[in-house]
């Protein structure tokens, strides 16, 4: 698979996960998009930076080709399935009394 | 120094985030049983994907500003670092967010009774 059906496969399950299988439904809180907006432009700094530099490079075949702030455009939909299915799961622990 | 660019990064993100903990008392560090059990299948997942993509070659790295320690597979120690930090950021992001807005997310103890109204 190439990375952009891996990205595509990544987000669906992290919305899966947010919705079927933990039903912590972010998706639907304000608190989730305002977060994802401010991860969101530091993750475009740090991609810049790490692809800016040269210090990850991808494989042309492996990618679509648009870049945003030198990054694959794949990489936003990595960035997003991590920080959906890691958030789903941080606040389904504490809603499951995982509170310390 | 060059090899240190890539934790440098990293190390920037977790020094940037650190005044949410301390002044907007986010609390993930403090809760770190729940930090640990909320980021540990993050890293699992993405570890997996990491090198699945590494041996299919769908992305190489430039060693030379990494720490240039290799874990089994070609997995740059730095990119395990790396989904360890980015899950923590967002989380203290999240509970920054809602330390300031106070906007409910679905874990707080009388959320119960929210939905029963």
Known sequence: ???????????????????????TWLLRRRTYWTAYAIVLFFQLVANGIFTGLDIVRYDPDAILG???AYAPVEDLLFGFAMVTATLSSWVWLGRRGVRT | ???????????????????????LRTRVYARWRRWLLAVAPTVVVFVGWD???????????DLGRMTGIL????????????????????ILAFEAVRAVRGWRVGDEPESQRERVR
């Open chain 2, 71 to 90: 874990l089994p597979g070609d997995l740059p120690l730095d990119e395990v670092l790396f989904f360890v930090v980015t899950p923590t950021c967002a």
């Open chain 2, 51 to 61: 090198l699945y993509a590494i041996s299919r070659g769908h992305w190489t790295y």
């Open chain 1, 66 to 68: 648009p870049r945003i």
């Open chain 1, 1 to 23: 698979m190439s990375y952009t059906q891996l990205a595509v496969l990544g987000v669906l399950g992290a919305v899966l996960v947010d919705t079927v299988l933990l039903r």
């Open chain 2, 1 to 23: 120094m060059r090899h240190l660019t890539y934790v440098a990064v990293l190390a920037g993100c977790l020094l940037g985030t650190l005044p949410l903990e301390i002044v």
